[in-house]
């Protein structure tokens, strides 16, 4: 059974970092497609990064330059390293994965999701 579990969510002011991980079982994390994905109230659900198999990274515009998924394969765990955090990347944050990177950051090319967990920036 894959299980995908988010952590370490919470409140930060403007300009401050959080990290987020990802604990996964089941699931080869070191020969897979992981992404995060985030959700504001009344907004659609949008990609934010995303790490092939082979390390390869991808960014939504709006984080580059600011947020990284690093990942530990021998743990099972991937991260959201998120720094110079805005009043709008507030939202629930998900773990999200899928045995091969389809293109872009699309929310449907993803199989398995974590609960999510809430990071609320305030001004």
């Known amino acids: 059974q894959v299980r995908l579990v988010e952590s370490g969510g919470g409140s930060v002011q403007a300009g401050g970092s959080l990290t987020l991980s990802c604990a996964v079982s089941?699931?080869?994390?070191?020969?897979?497609?992981m992404g995060w994905f985030r959700q504001a109230p009344g907004k659609e659900r949008e990609g934010v990064a995303r790490?092939?198999?082979?390390?390869?990274?991808t960014y939504a515009d709006s984080v580059k330059g600011r947020f990284t998924i690093p990942k530990d394969n021998a743990k099972s765990n991937v991260y959201l390293q998120m720094n110079s955090l805005k009043p709008e990347d507030t939202a629930m944050y998900y773990c999200?994965?899928?045995?091969?990177?389809?293109?872009?950051?699309?929310?449907?090319?993803?199989?398995?999701w974590g609960q999510g967990i809430q990071v609320t920036v305030s001004s």
């Open positions: 999200a994965a899928v045995n091969r990177c389809t293109a872009g950051l699309r929310a449907e090319g993803f199989d398995y």
């Open positions: 790490i092939t198999s082979w390390d390869s990274t």
């Open positions: 089941g699931f080869p994390v070191g020969r897979s497609c």
